[in-house]
């Protein structure tokens, strides 16, 4: 069973910068793709970027050109660097993978908040 485990998240003032870790159980070679989702309350949960097997990246129009994703392979961890934080950004963010061979496989981590206030 494959867990991944958020870290990253907490309260930061509007304009500033967060990373989030998400570390996975197992070799995350074996994912197709890994992302970020969020949930503010209320509102539905959205993807917020995606990195794929062969690097390429997508990223929800509200924040290009803000928050990066990325992958460390070796430590089998992917992160959300978080810059120009806006209090819109608040939510609980969750860690996704998604595996697929015969069947596809989706996986969630527990999810971290992140607060943008001041």
Do not use: H
């Amino acid at each position: 069973q494959v867990q991944l485990v958020e870290s990253g998240g907490g309260l930061v003032q509007p304009g500033g910068s967060l990373r989030l870790s998400c570390a996975a159980s197992g070799s995350i070679f074996s994912f197709n793709a890994m992302g970020w989702y969020r949930q503010a309350p209320g509102k539905e949960r959205e993807l917020v970027a995606r990195i794929f097997s062969d690097d390429n990246t997508n990223y929800a129009t509200s924040v290009k050109g803000r928050f990066t994703i990325s992958r460390d392979n070796a430590k089998n961890t992917v992160y959300l660097q978080m810059n120009s934080l806006k209090p819109e950004d608040t939510a609980v963010y969750y860690c996704n993978a998604v595996r697929v061979t015969t069947m596809r496989e989706n996986y969630w981590g527990q999810g971290t908040q992140v607060t943008v206030s001041s």
